[in-house]
Protein backbone atom coordinates (compact mmCIF):
# COMPACT_ATOMS: atom_id res chain seq x y z
CA UNK A 1 0.00 0.00 0.00
CA UNK A 2 1.26 3.75 -1.08
CA UNK A 3 2.40 5.39 1.75
CA UNK A 4 1.00 8.58 0.14
CA UNK A 5 -2.21 8.40 -1.14
CA UNK A 6 -4.20 10.99 -3.76
CA UNK A 7 -7.74 11.35 -4.69
CA UNK A 8 -9.43 11.16 -6.61
CA UNK A 9 -7.19 10.22 -9.72
CA UNK A 10 -8.54 12.63 -12.06
CA UNK A 11 -11.24 15.78 -12.16
CA UNK A 12 -12.67 17.92 -15.00
CA UNK A 13 -13.67 21.04 -13.96
CA UNK A 14 -15.22 24.29 -15.64
CA UNK A 15 -12.52 27.20 -15.94
CA UNK A 16 -13.88 29.71 -12.75
CA UNK A 17 -14.95 26.65 -10.43
CA UNK A 18 -12.84 26.25 -7.17
CA UNK A 19 -11.67 22.74 -6.54
CA UNK A 20 -9.70 20.64 -3.66
CA UNK A 21 -7.64 17.45 -4.71
CA UNK A 22 -6.96 15.34 -1.22
CA UNK A 23 -3.90 13.89 0.23
CA UNK A 24 -3.20 11.09 2.80
CA UNK A 25 -0.89 9.80 4.31
CA UNK A 26 0.42 7.27 6.76
CA UNK A 27 4.09 8.18 6.98
CA UNK A 28 5.33 9.63 10.35
CA UNK A 29 7.14 11.23 11.84
CA UNK A 30 7.63 13.89 8.62
CA UNK A 31 10.32 16.94 7.96
CA UNK A 32 7.46 18.44 5.62
CA UNK A 33 4.45 17.93 3.13
CA UNK A 34 5.04 19.26 -0.14
CA UNK A 35 2.33 19.93 -2.92
CA UNK A 36 4.19 19.92 -6.94
CA UNK A 37 2.52 20.71 -10.16
CA UNK A 38 3.62 19.17 -12.86
CA UNK A 39 3.09 20.32 -16.46
CA UNK A 40 2.73 17.37 -19.44
CA UNK A 41 6.30 16.94 -20.43
CA UNK A 42 7.93 19.40 -17.63
CA UNK A 43 9.63 18.88 -14.21
CA UNK A 44 7.61 19.37 -10.85
CA UNK A 45 7.16 22.62 -9.58
CA UNK A 46 6.95 23.30 -5.67
CA UNK A 47 3.72 25.49 -4.67
CA UNK A 48 3.52 24.75 -0.84
CA UNK A 49 6.13 23.24 1.78
CA UNK A 50 4.61 22.97 5.37
CA UNK A 51 5.72 21.51 8.59
CA UNK A 52 3.88 19.46 10.45
CA UNK A 53 2.93 22.28 13.08
CA UNK A 54 1.64 24.58 10.18
CA UNK A 55 -2.20 24.25 9.60
CA UNK A 56 -2.61 25.97 6.48
CA UNK A 57 -0.10 27.61 3.76
CA UNK A 58 -1.39 30.10 0.36
CA UNK A 59 0.47 30.48 -3.21
CA UNK A 60 -1.44 32.45 -5.21
CA UNK A 61 -4.77 30.96 -5.68
CA UNK A 62 -3.43 27.03 -4.56
CA UNK A 63 -4.24 27.14 -0.73
CA UNK A 64 -3.08 23.74 1.47
CA UNK A 65 -4.11 22.95 4.43
CA UNK A 66 -2.85 19.90 6.90
CA UNK A 67 -3.87 17.93 9.56
CA UNK A 68 -1.28 16.04 11.55
CA UNK A 69 -3.83 14.33 13.69
CA UNK A 70 -5.81 13.13 10.99
CA UNK A 71 -2.87 12.99 8.45
CA UNK A 72 -4.72 14.36 5.93
CA UNK A 73 -3.70 17.52 3.56
CA UNK A 74 -6.13 19.29 0.81
CA UNK A 75 -4.79 21.12 -1.98
CA UNK A 76 -7.47 23.80 -2.59
CA UNK A 77 -7.48 25.93 -6.55
CA UNK A 78 -9.59 29.08 -6.44
CA UNK A 79 -11.27 30.48 -9.63
CA UNK A 80 -9.38 28.20 -12.10
CA UNK A 81 -7.65 29.14 -15.17
CA UNK A 82 -6.78 26.71 -18.16
CA UNK A 83 -3.48 26.94 -17.41
CA UNK A 84 -4.54 25.08 -13.76
CA UNK A 85 -4.33 21.59 -16.44
CA UNK A 86 -1.39 19.84 -14.63
CA UNK A 87 -1.10 16.97 -12.53
CA UNK A 88 -0.52 17.83 -8.98
CA UNK A 89 1.21 15.62 -6.44
CA UNK A 90 1.63 15.59 -2.76
CA UNK A 91 4.34 14.47 -1.03
CA UNK A 92 6.07 14.04 2.24
CA UNK A 93 9.22 13.90 3.92
CA UNK A 94 10.21 10.87 5.70
CA UNK A 95 12.92 11.89 8.71
CA UNK A 96 13.25 8.67 9.63
CA UNK A 97 14.67 8.18 6.35
CA UNK A 98 17.04 10.93 5.78
CA UNK A 99 14.31 13.20 4.49
CA UNK A 100 13.72 11.14 1.51
CA UNK A 101 10.90 12.34 -0.57
CA UNK A 102 8.05 9.86 -0.73
CA UNK A 103 5.54 10.76 -3.21
CA UNK A 104 1.46 10.31 -4.02
CA UNK A 105 0.35 9.23 -7.74
CA UNK A 106 -1.17 12.52 -8.23
CA UNK A 107 -4.07 14.38 -9.38
CA UNK A 108 -4.73 15.35 -12.92
CA UNK A 109 -6.29 18.06 -13.69
CA UNK A 110 -8.05 19.25 -16.35
CA UNK A 111 -10.08 22.72 -16.58
CA UNK A 112 -12.50 23.16 -19.63
CA UNK A 113 -13.48 26.58 -20.79
CA UNK B 1 19.62 32.87 -12.44
CA UNK B 2 19.52 29.45 -14.98
CA UNK B 3 17.46 26.83 -14.35
CA UNK B 4 18.14 22.83 -13.95
CA UNK B 5 19.37 21.82 -16.98
CA UNK B 6 19.49 17.94 -17.96
CA UNK B 7 21.31 16.42 -21.12
CA UNK B 8 19.79 14.72 -23.24
CA UNK B 9 16.25 15.53 -23.55
CA UNK B 10 15.40 12.30 -25.41
CA UNK B 11 17.38 8.82 -25.72
CA UNK B 12 16.70 5.66 -27.18
CA UNK B 13 18.87 2.82 -26.26
CA UNK B 14 18.23 -1.12 -26.57
CA UNK B 15 18.28 -3.66 -23.57
CA UNK B 16 21.43 -4.66 -22.32
CA UNK B 17 22.93 -1.21 -23.36
CA UNK B 18 24.21 1.38 -20.65
CA UNK B 19 23.07 5.19 -20.52
CA UNK B 20 24.53 8.30 -18.80
CA UNK B 21 22.30 11.10 -18.05
CA UNK B 22 23.48 14.54 -17.12
CA UNK B 23 21.90 16.91 -14.40
CA UNK B 24 23.74 20.74 -13.92
CA UNK B 25 22.16 22.30 -10.87
CA UNK B 26 21.01 25.82 -9.97
CA UNK B 27 24.13 27.55 -9.14
CA UNK B 28 25.18 27.73 -5.89
CA UNK B 29 23.10 24.54 -5.17
CA UNK B 30 24.84 21.64 -3.70
CA UNK B 31 22.59 18.84 -3.66
CA UNK B 32 21.41 17.16 -6.56
CA UNK B 33 18.64 14.47 -6.52
CA UNK B 34 17.65 12.47 -9.13
CA UNK B 35 13.92 10.74 -9.26
CA UNK B 36 12.43 7.90 -11.77
CA UNK B 37 8.87 8.62 -13.14
CA UNK B 38 6.66 5.95 -14.83
CA UNK B 39 2.60 6.07 -15.79
CA UNK B 40 2.63 2.64 -13.30
CA UNK B 41 4.53 3.83 -10.73
CA UNK B 42 4.94 7.25 -10.56
CA UNK B 43 7.25 9.16 -8.84
CA UNK B 44 9.91 7.34 -7.27
CA UNK B 45 13.57 8.57 -5.81
CA UNK B 46 16.58 7.15 -6.45
CA UNK B 47 19.25 8.96 -4.93
CA UNK B 48 20.72 12.49 -4.33
CA UNK B 49 23.90 13.64 -3.94
CA UNK B 50 25.48 16.22 -1.57
CA UNK B 51 28.97 17.39 -2.03
CA UNK B 52 29.65 14.78 -4.79
CA UNK B 53 29.00 11.79 -1.33
CA UNK B 54 25.66 9.87 -1.58
CA UNK B 55 23.76 11.21 1.11
CA UNK B 56 20.56 9.22 0.89
CA UNK B 57 19.36 5.74 -1.46
CA UNK B 58 16.18 4.87 -2.97
CA UNK B 59 15.02 1.14 -3.52
CA UNK B 60 16.59 1.01 -6.84
CA UNK B 61 19.10 -2.33 -7.82
CA UNK B 62 22.76 -1.44 -8.14
CA UNK B 63 22.52 -1.53 -12.00
CA UNK B 64 21.34 2.35 -11.00
CA UNK B 65 24.27 4.20 -9.86
CA UNK B 66 25.56 8.09 -10.00
CA UNK B 67 28.09 10.44 -8.93
CA UNK B 68 28.47 14.23 -8.46
CA UNK B 69 31.34 16.34 -9.64
CA UNK B 70 33.22 19.15 -7.96
CA UNK B 71 31.31 21.54 -9.45
CA UNK B 72 27.91 20.08 -8.07
CA UNK B 73 26.73 18.73 -11.53
CA UNK B 74 26.04 15.13 -11.52
CA UNK B 75 25.57 12.06 -13.65
CA UNK B 76 23.38 8.93 -13.43
CA UNK B 77 24.16 5.97 -15.02
CA UNK B 78 21.79 2.81 -15.55
CA UNK B 79 23.62 -0.28 -16.56
CA UNK B 80 22.30 -3.47 -18.49
CA UNK B 81 18.97 -1.59 -19.55
CA UNK B 82 15.94 -3.52 -19.27
CA UNK B 83 12.19 -2.55 -20.57
CA UNK B 84 11.16 -1.59 -17.57
CA UNK B 85 13.82 1.49 -17.20
CA UNK B 86 11.75 3.16 -20.21
CA UNK B 87 10.67 6.37 -17.63
CA UNK B 88 10.94 9.82 -17.27
CA UNK B 89 14.66 10.47 -15.14
CA UNK B 90 14.09 13.82 -13.32
CA UNK B 91 16.67 15.59 -11.25
CA UNK B 92 16.04 18.29 -9.01
CA UNK B 93 18.72 20.61 -7.09
CA UNK B 94 18.08 22.43 -3.63
CA UNK B 95 20.54 24.29 -1.19
CA UNK B 96 21.28 21.05 1.08
CA UNK B 97 21.98 23.47 3.75
CA UNK B 98 18.95 21.69 5.90
CA UNK B 99 19.64 18.29 5.32
CA UNK B 100 16.84 18.25 2.94
CA UNK B 101 14.31 18.84 5.68
CA UNK B 102 13.04 21.94 4.51
CA UNK B 103 15.12 22.39 1.44
CA UNK B 104 13.04 23.87 -2.02
CA UNK B 105 13.40 21.65 -4.66
CA UNK B 106 13.44 22.81 -8.00
CA UNK B 107 13.39 19.91 -10.80
CA UNK B 108 14.82 20.14 -14.44
CA UNK B 109 12.18 19.08 -17.11
CA UNK B 110 13.57 15.55 -17.37
CA UNK B 111 15.26 13.27 -19.94
CA UNK B 112 12.80 10.64 -21.89
CA UNK B 113 14.63 7.36 -21.79
CA UNK B 114 13.11 4.79 -23.85
CA UNK B 115 14.38 0.82 -23.83
CA UNK B 116 13.60 -0.96 -26.86
Known amino acids: KNQVEQSPQSLIILEGKNCTLQCNYTVSPFSNLRWYKQDTGRGPVSLTIMTFSENTKSNGRYTATLDADTKQSSLHITASQLSDSASYICVVSLKAAGNKLTFGGGTRVLVKP | KAGVTQTPRYLIKTRGQQVTLSCSPI?????VSWYQQTPGQGLQFLFE???????NKGNFPGRFSGRQFSNSRSEMNVSTLELGDSALYLC???????????????FGPGTRLTVL
Open chain 2, 27 to 31: SGHRS
Open chain 2, 49 to 55: YFSETQR
Open chain 2, 92 to 106: ASSSGTSGGAHDEQF
